[in-house]
């Protein structure tokens, strides 16, 4: 039988399952493009300015490891789509990931790839298939970011420059959840191992970017499909050539992945099963022992990438107070939603944006009970003398202490570094201060995660919409100019922005009352409900 | 004996559906009381809402004496759950999930535990992801066996186990019942039932349509009797009580009411009887008139 034979049956099964889903990303990349180059094309009107902002990025090494390089100061093209180059090739690389999983391993782990493969379905289908849907999106996202950017009147060859550019890296990190989808049994692994390959990536570009001299990176970023996607250069040189070094890659890895994809059984993976312990530890005894068990090797994860990843940043933010005393540079960060002191208004302005990510992992946490339950894992809990709410309480005390231990994390890690470097430690009660203040914003999300989880179970991803939609407010709605009231809907919005401003109890303690509320009108919601079973 | 399960005209809906539509079942204690019907009949509805898992819109339920939505927590202390489609955490391994879920319901008899990994057969250091459906269904069997409760609730427990599992499953089941501890045992696989039961419900959209032993039920049903005779008969047909009457030479076939035995027989003796073989009505029989197919 031919090895292929089915594919395009599962592809078109694998639209169907998401018609609604794949078009709403679709049309979000290049919204999110188009509408943060037309904000930044009205505020450089001419070439002198931009000259003085693209100076402001490429003086400070931050700026830098997180963006990348400006490299023609004269290019609007290039100073608009900054942050989505490198951002955004994060954001898509996660995409693709996430989509190959979904169609591959996630569908194999529930057995449905079974049920389909006894059918005229060829061995490869299936992963055909993930790969074929995930690589039209990525081009489908790319050509529509490419017309949008064209329309708000930025250069056509720079525009598809960048469309490719993010199509390409996408499809690269498409090809890569395609072999850890072979290497792992589950695919919450796979999409770990690839996340991490994907951090890993990102890094590298970060160190290469910053040890580059004005011409060209170092190294090092030639090792990162994101690297590749910055070094196609929009709109500053149209170097489209690069574009080879992604597509040859994908066709690499994609061989790689179908060459294991012949070795392995059906629901196995490459990577071993290891033989587990015969009976439970004496401490898996209670509801919130098993939420631990089920959740920690995730937490750890985070934390170990928060710690890293802090450490980084607060060891560079250092240099910073020295390079940026430049007027040019005080009134970039200003711009960029910071205050006074440049160097607490990098860390306000880093650290407002990490609140979001920890408010992903609150979300993340809590909606592990919404999981439980359809997975049909809380029913034979509940038929234990386990009760309703402390069922609840015990996936729920993940997520609060989770978010808590990694704001600590974050905080104490920044400041450590920046201690690390100067000497002293005068910053470090500051900078964890700071990095704790946003926890009543982040426990509104897991608040809000358990009210719908009260309600209606399934409907528990709208925290997800929420906080993608507090996210946009924070880093473009003061570009876009929206209205206050569109603002002031953010709790993010209303954190004291420590250590650039004073600190507020008010917003705090009300938020923190506002997130217990929910948590307990979900709490109670949940005992009056049936029990959402497969 | 008082009942270890008492429901009164259960209710309960979903949306449009009536999955339970006045359903009265009791369990006296100390009995394997066998649940019978057909996929979507609402069996698992009913031990679910036993559980306290679903709350039923109208209707009473007690388990042991105490409310099953109310006192659910303290309850389920004293019973275990077989769910039918048995799911587990893919990262934790058997035993891990046996000695949870006996931990969580209040405690486990270790050595229990010990002899019942040993009767199935089970390696309890694999992941749950690895076992077959099956070795899923033992998991959750040894962590309800080896809990030193009053009461089981099996939905359809064997559905996976193999010819000889599914054996050991049965004496297992005995020898819980000559304990004094009671069993409700949802089950589509007739054998089973009519050899674990003492008393059977069958359920039919979402009512209990007959309740009793299987020899009561037997009782109001129709023998099948089947004559060698040396003359060939006539005028059976003419007796009330006797149904699809077959005459092929001298060899009879008929299906008699329970009460109409006594008028059969000295009538069939006139004709003289060569061998007379009279059968009850099997639990197939009786199940398949609830639902309205023919008897085989």
């Known amino acids: 039988m031919n090895r292929f034979a089915g594919t395009l049956t599962l592809t078109r099964f694998a639209l169907r399952r998401d018609r609604v889903l794949l078009p709403v990303w679709i049309v979000i990349f290049p919204l999110l493009t188009v509408s943060s180059a037309s904000a930044t094309v009205a505020l450089y009107p001419d070439e002198a300015s931009r000259i003085i902002a693209a100076s402001a990025i490429n003086d400070v090494p931050v700026a830098i490891a997180m963006y990348g390089r400006i490299w023609d100061p004269t290019s609007l093209g290039a100073l608009s789509l900054l942050k989505l180059a490198a951002m955004g090739g994060v954001m898509i690389g996660i995409l693709a990931i996430m989509l190959v999983t979904r169609h591959a391993r996630a569908e194999e782990e529930k057995g449905r790839t079974e049920l389909i493969g006894s059918a005229v379905v060829g061995r490869w289908a299936g992963l055909s298939a993930a790969v074929i849907v995930t690589c039209t999106a990525m081009v489908a996202i790319g050509a529509l970011s490419a017309v949008g950017l064209t329309a708000v009147g930025l250069p056509a060859a720079g525009s598809w420059a960048f469309g490719l550019a993010w199509a390409t890296t996408g499809m690269a990190f498409a090809a890569i959840a395609a072999i850890t989808n072979q290497l792992t049994v589950s695919a919450r692994a796979a999409n770990a191992m690839a996340m991490i390959i994907l951090a890993v990536a990102y890094l590298l570009r970060a160190v290469g970017d910053i040890s580059s001299d004005e011409s060209s990176p170092s190294v090092l970023s030639w090792f990162s499909p994101i690297g590749w996607g910055q070094q196609v250069r929009p709109y500053a040189g149209d170097r489209f050539a690069v574009l080879f070094l992604p597509l040859v890659f994908t066709a690499v890895a994609l061989w790689a992945a179908f060459l294991l994809e012949s070795r392995r059984d059906l629901g196995g993976g490459l990577l071993p099963d290891r033989a587990g312990r015969g009976t439970a530890a004496p401490s898996l005894a209670s509801p919130l022992a098993l939420a631990w068990r089920l959740q920690y090797p995730m937490l750890v994860g985070w934390l170990a990438a928060y710690v890293i990843l802090s450490g980084i940043v607060g060891s560079i933010v250092n240099d910073l107070s020295g390079m940026l005393d430049t007027p040019e540079a005080r009134r970039m960060v200003a711009a960029l939603g910071g205050t006074d002191v440049m160097l607490d208004a990098f860390t306000a302005m880093e650290f407002a944006m990490i609140a979001f990510v920890t408010a992903a992992y609150g979300i993340v946490a809590a909606r592990r009970l919404a999981t439980e339950e359809s997975d049909g894992h809380a029913e034979p809990v509940l038929a234990t003398s386990v009760s309703r709410t402390s069922y609840l309480v015990s996936h729920l005390l993940v997520a609060l202490v989770g978010t808590a231990l990694l704001a600590l994390a974050q905080g104490a890690s920044f400041g450590l570094a920046t201690a690390a470097q100067t000497g002293s430690m005068d910053r470090v009660g500051a900078t964890v201060a700071a990095s704790l203040s946003y926890l009543p914003a982040i426990w509104l999300m897991t608040g809000l995660v358990i009210l719908l989880f009260g309600f209606v179970p399934r409907l528990t991803f709208l925290a997800w919409v929420l906080l993608v939609g507090f996210f946009l407010v924070a880093e473009i709605g003061a570009l876009l100019e929206w209205p206050q009231w569109v603002m002031d809907t953010s709790p993010f919005a209303h954190m004291p922005k420590l250590p650039a401003a004073e600190m507020a109890w008010t917003p705090l303690v009300v938020l923190t009352i506002l997130s217990a509320a929910l948590m307990a009108v979900g709490a109670w919601r949940f005992r009056q409900r049936d029990l959402d079973t497969p | ?296």
Not at chain 2, 184 to 198: F, N, P
Not at chain 2, 214 to 229: G, I, K, N, P
Request: proline share 3%; with cysteine.
């Open chain 2, 1 to 296: 004996m008082s009942a270890a399960i008492e429901t009164v005209d259960l209710v309960k809906t979903f949306g449009h559906t009536k999955a339970l539509d006045g359903l009265s079942l009791t369990v006296k204690e100390g009995e394997v009381h066998g649940f019978l019907g057909p996929n979507g009949a609402g069996k698992t509805t009913t031990l679910r809402c036993l559980l306290g898992l679903l709350r039923a819109d109208s209707g009473s339920a007690t388990v042991l004496g105490r409310d099953t939505w109310r006192d659910a927590v303290e309850l389920h202390r004293h019973l275990a759950y077989v769910p039918g489609d048995v799911s587990l955490w893919p990262n934790l391994t058997g035993g891990e999930v046996i000695d949870l879920l006996g931990r969580l319901r209040g405690g486990l008899n270790g050595q229990r535990r010990a002899e019942l990994i040993e009767i199935f057969d089970l390696d309890p250091t694999k992941k749950s992801r690895a076992y077959s459906k099956g070795n899923k269904q033992k998991v959750a069997l040894i962590a309800a066996l080896a809990s030193d409760v009053e009461l089981l609730l099996l939905d359809e427990p064997t559905a996976g186990l193999d010819p000889l599992m599914e054996s050991m499953f049965r004496t297992l089941i005995l020898e819980w019942r000559g304990e004094g501890r009671s069993v409700l045992l949802s089950s589509h696989i007739l054998s089973e039932a009519e050899a674990l039961s003492d008393r059977l419900s069958i359920i039919r959209e979402g009512r209990i349509v007959e309740t009793g032993t299987l020899e009561q039920m037997r009782h109001l049903r129709r023998t099948s009797v089947t004559a060698h005779l040396r003359a060939t008969p006539v005028g059976i047909d003419a007796l009330t009580g006797v149904h699809e009457v077959v005459v092929e030479g001298t060899h009879l076939t008929c299906q008699v009411d329970a009460e109409a035995l006594d008028g059969l027989l000295p009538l069939l003796s006139t004709f003289g009887i060569e061998a007379i073989v009279t059968q009850p009505p099997s639990l197939e029989q009786l199940f398949l008139q609830h639902y309205g197919q023919a008897s085989t």
